[in-house]
């Protein structure tokens, strides 16, 4: 019984995505039907929640909506949703202080705020072999050490550097905190 209501949620959200995502884009049953190779009929089964696609048209169907088969099929997201500042996690470690910009995960994607303390730092964790890491000082003075080298930032400087190797995070400022965005853009893992 529970692998049917599972299958039954996955056509309503095929459904309701589908529809959803169509519209959004402003694209008639006709037209996205064109864009993805899927006759008409089949697709206005995807959308009354009648069809049981195969893995070729779910895929075309994502194509033509530009977006994953998981966010096709997954439980339909809202078109806004706001996060109260109490929702959003933080992670603190001794004189720093990391929080998520984007509160939903978006996979191989990591945005954060970071705060350093007067005079504080954080040693960062060495990231999947091939990440790529940005840093942008937005205000105070912070210097980031890796690879045996060290950089100073002001505010608006930017540094990227391979996020893969042993990197730690220091306000220059023994008086204000210091902040900057972090991107680490994790390399796909290799199975």
Not at 36 to 57: C, Q
Not at 104 to 111: A, N, Q, R, S, V
Not at 174 to 185: E, F, G, P, Q
Request: proline share 7%; net charge positive.
């Amino acid at each position: 019984m529970a692998t049917k209501r599972a299958s039954a949620d996955l056509q309503g959200n095929l459904a309701a995505n589908a529809r959803r995502l169509r519209e959004a884009r402003g694209l008639s049953q006709q037209r996205v039907s064109e864009l993805s190779g899927i006759p008409r009929p089949t697709w206005a089964s995807l959308e009354s929640g009648s069809a049981n696609p195969t893995l070729s048209v779910l895929s075309r169907a994502a194509a033509a909506l530009q977006v994953s088969i998981e966010e096709l099929i997954g439980a339909p997201r809202t078109a806004a949703r706001l996060f109260a500042a109490a929702e959003i996690p933080e992670r603190r470690r001794r004189g720093a202080k990391l929080r998520p910009l984007l509160p939903e995960t978006i996979p191989g994607l990591d945005i954060s705020r970071l705060e350093l303390e007067p005079a504080g730092q954080m040693i960062g964790v060495p990231h999947t072999p091939g990440t790529r890491e940005y840093l942008t000082c937005e205000r105070g003075r912070m210097e980031l050490a890796a690879s045996g080298e060290r950089w100073a930032l002001g505010p608006g400087d930017a540094l990227v550097f391979r996020g893969d190797q042993r990197h730690s995070y220091r306000n220059l400022d023994a008086k204000r905190t210091a902040v900057a965005i972090t991107v680490v853009c994790f390399a796909p893992s290799r199975s």
